[in-house]
């Protein structure tokens, strides 16, 4: 099944700042992490969500493992 499509925009506005939505994209898809202990202050060790972070990982001491239990709720337009 075709996973709903978002611009930069809608996902710019799901900062936890703007809405109470906190959304990442990473490598095309987009993930919700409005109910991750990890990024819930609307920052993740100085990663801010609402933006495509694939070029910051790794700068992460994880990788992409991370992503592995994760389920995209949609793609980047
Ligand atoms: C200095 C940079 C970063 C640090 C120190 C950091 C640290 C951490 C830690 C400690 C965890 C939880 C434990 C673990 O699974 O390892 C975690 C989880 C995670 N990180 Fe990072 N991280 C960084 C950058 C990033 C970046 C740039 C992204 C996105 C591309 C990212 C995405 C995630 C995700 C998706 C999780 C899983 C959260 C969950 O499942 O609830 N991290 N990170």
């Given at each position: 099944?075709?996973l ?8 710019a ?23 991750s202990?990890?990024?819930?202050k609307?920052?993740h ?16 001491p ?7 239990n ?8």
């Open positions: 099944m075709d709903p499509q978002y611009t930069k925009s809608q996902l506005l799901r900062n936890g700042s703007e809405m109470d939505e906190i959304w990442i994209a990473f490598e095309g898809k987009i993930y919700d992490m409005t109910s202990v990890y990024w819930k609307g920052s060790y100085g990663n801010f969500p609402g933006q495509d972070l694939t070029e910051e990982l790794s700068t992460s994880h990788g992409r493992r991370v992503f592995e994760l389920t995209p709720i949609g793609e980047l337009k």
